[in-house]
Nanobody, 119 residues
Framework: QVHLVESGGGLVQAGGSLRLSCAAS????????MGWYRQGPGKQRELVAR???????NYADSVKGRFTISRDNAKNTVYLQMNSLKPEDTAVYYC?????????????WGQGTQVTVSS
């Protein structure tokens, strides 16, 4: 069983920064990729950023140049550095892990952390 624990959300003024962290714990799996999704008020959940175990990264167009995803494979932890935050970044941010539970593929979600950007 995999457990994802997120931290780092909060309230920040527009133009400010926040750093999210997500640590995966458990046994019997390996992680192919980790990423962050978000769901704003009245919106669908969307991919923010994703990083694979070999370091390939993709970002949503709306966050390119402002957000940076990184990963510590040894700690099964993924980070999201969010700079130049805008009110439209306000959302619940969810950590996601793409797992290999040999021979199957699986996924896991964190509980979500609120990010609120005030104008």
């Amino acid at each position: 069983q995999v457990h994802l624990v997120e931290s780092g959300g909060g309230l920040v003024q527009a133009g400010g920064s926040l750093r999210l962290s997500c640590a995966a714990s458990g046994s019997g799996f390996s992680i192919n990729a980790m990423g962050w999704y978000r769901q704003g008020p009245g919106k669908q959940r969307e991919l923010v950023a994703r990083i694979t175990s070999d370091g390939r990264i993709n970002y949503a167009d709306s966050v390119k140049g402002r957000f940076t995803i990184s990963r510590d494979n040894a700690k099964n932890t993924v980070y999201l550095q969010m700079n130049s935050l805008k009110p439209e970044d306000t959302a619940v941010y969810y950590c996601h892990a793409e797992l290999i539970v040999d021979p199957y593929l699986a996924s896991a979600w964190g509980q979500g952390t609120q990010v609120t950007v005030s104008s």
